[in-house]
């Protein structure tokens, strides 16, 4: 027993030795890191913070780095931070796991800030029997097949590239849970669009991925084969986005591998940028012509996105579709806002280029009525709507259907990190890393896709019963107002007046 004893005690001791020496070791190589950064630290002229506080200069970086991750945990308020709030993403993350997103004490929003929207509820709203899910509109009355889409809510255009495989794969199966569209963005169509059998809105963006040819013209071939999908339900020609309004797509070629340089018919490696306008599209006239043209080879919707600046080309574009007849009018619009997301974009074309929504939403909706348009073309929203207030809000402005790209981004589990352009989305959503992919489970996630679509839904249907009216698409200005600088508030509908619809175009 007593020789056990002594062996343990020996064992014993020969392990806190070595750990002790390690632990030497360690000191005496961190003593001589700290040295030599000093050095460094100190002879270097290029970062005068270094210089002038050798080695704890170098902090600097790693805090501002790291303040991206965690100033929203410890320091910004609920109703603080940009792009979107503690509150808005909160909304989000809780619809997105389908538990309690009932609030205590008192609403945190200041309802008496400028631009605050707030609905006029009815004294006698209807009978929880009485309400009913929104009606269905139909888009593309004149095509050989037009869509009746499902849902008033969608999701909006992020291409395979810009998201990685899972997220994309999660968001056609959540997609086909919920009966909303998945529109593909530019990227082309890959398998994980079509791995949940969902509704799809194929996007041609200005480079034309997946339906070009060698010279990244428009190969009819290509396109008639996309639209040879029954699950690809429309096409939307994209003019522009609210990101990046005048530049076209970028996904940095880290992120073009094989797979998706295969998908849009480019050299893997390299940057896609695509051109910042359809080549061949440079007048109202052409446009229509193109619109034409796809809608002819597919049988298909075809619509138009863009972020509005400049509107007098609305007004022509309204003109030359009644030259021509009104079956040449693009089936749908997209209208984007200025401050709407993106994979990357330049700041300067981010921050100070295009309309936000509430001021193009208002200004398309009322050219299409005064043009005797509104019925012909569907108004579809985008741009910062992830709670049912913003989706109510655009309902009673006029838009036919909403779509969302970073609300389902945070339903898949979206931190707002902020990293989308570099392949290192902590969340695995923007990102072709395996390690960083690993943490998202497409099964899991599409659950989360299709809850927060189900609840926002429900949520706007909420809204439109309280301002007493049946189902959303009744929602109109008069049940909203808004705040004005002054601290009183005006009815949507005086703020934005309904125009006369032109006698030259009573429809
Ligand atoms: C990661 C990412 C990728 C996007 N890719 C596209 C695209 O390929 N085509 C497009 O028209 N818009 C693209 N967008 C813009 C969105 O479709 C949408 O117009 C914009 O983000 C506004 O909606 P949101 O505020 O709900 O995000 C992308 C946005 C994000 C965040």
């Known amino acids: 027993m007593e020789l056990l004893n002594h062996e343990y005690a020996s064992a014993l001791s020969t392990i806190l030795q070595v750990i002790a020496s390690l632990l030497i070791l360690a000191l005496g190589a961190g003593i001589v890191a700290i040295a ?61 796991k389908n538990i309690d997103r009932t609030v205590a004490f008192g609403s945190t929003k200041a309802i008496r800030e400028p631009c605050s929207v707030m609905f006029l509820n009815n004294p006698f709203p209807p009978l929880t029997q009485e309400a009913h899910e929104a009606s269905v509109v139909l888009i593309g ?32 199966l959540g997609a086909k849970q919920s009966h909303c569209w998945l529109n593909t963005g530019e990227g082309g169509l890959s398998p994980y669009h079509l791995e949940g059998n969902c509704d799809l809105v194929f996007q041609i963006g200005t480079a034309k991925y997946g339906v070009r040819d060698e010279q990244g013209k428009l190969d009819d071939e290509r396109l008639s084969e996309i639209a040879s ?24 070629g880290n992120k073009v591998s094989e797979e ?126 992830i709670n049912p ?46 390690k960083l992919q690993r943490g998202l489970v497409p099964e899991d996630k599409a659950t989360r896709v299709a809850y927060y679509h189900n609840n926002l839904v429900h949520d706007v249907e909420l809204i439109a019963n309280a301002c007493g009216v049946r189902e959303p698409r009744q929602l109109k200005r008069h049940h909203a107002r808004q705040v004005t600088v002054n601290g009183q508030s005006i009815s949507l509908a005086e703020l934005h007046p309904y125009p006369e619809r032109s006698t030259s175009h009573p429809l």
């Not at 699950?231 to 797509?249: H, T, Y």
């Not at 061949?280 to 597919?298: A, G, N, Y």
């Open 229 to 252: 999908h029954a699950r690809v339900r429309m096409f939307e020609i994209k003019l522009s986005q609210g990101a990046k309004p005048g530049k076209g797509g970028i996904l940095p």
């Open 389 to 434: 207030s913003d989706i109510a809000w655009a309902l009673c402005m006029g838009a036919d259907f909403v779509v969302s790209a970073r609300g389902f981004m945070m339903a898949l589990g979206c931190i707002q990190a902020m990293q989308c352009n570099s392949n290192s989305c902590p969340t695995g959503i923007t990102t072709h890393d395996p």
């Open 36 to 96: 030599i950064a000093y050095f460094i630290d100190n002879n270097q002229t290029e970062h005068t913070i270094r210089r002038n506080y050798p080695v704890l200069g170098r902090f600097r970086y790693l805090f501002e780095h790291l303040g991206e991750f965690f100033r929203q945990y410890f320091f910004a308020g609920d109703r603080e931070e940009m792009p979107f709030n503690r509150a808005q993403r909160a909304w989000v993350y809780r619809a997105a």
């Open 260 to 385: 998706i340089a295969a998908i849009r018919l480019i050299p893997a490696g390299q940057d896609s940028i695509s051109p910042n306008r359809h080549p061949e599209v440079h007048s109202c006239t052409e446009l229509l012509d193109m619109i034409h043209h796809v809608r002819s080879i597919t049988g298909k919707p075809v619509g138009i996105k863009f972020a509005l600046g400049d509107t007098q080309w609305l007004k022509i574009l309204c003109k030359t579709i009644h030259q021509r007849g009104i079956e040449s009018a693009p089936d749908f619009i997209t209208i984007d806002s200025a401050d709407g997301g993106t994979g990357a974009a330049p700041m300067a074309l981010m921050d100070d280029v295009g309309l936000p929504l509430r001021e193009s939403l208002p200004e398309v909706t009322n050219t299409l009525i005064q043009h005797g348009l509104r019925e012909r073309i569907r108004v579809i929203a985008s741009g910062k709507l």
């Open 141 to 172: 009355p004149n095509c050989r097949k037009p869509y009746r889409p499902k849902s008033l809510f969608n999701i909006s255009g992020m291409s395979f590239g810009a998201l990685s495989a899972p997220a994309v794969t999660a968001l056609s």
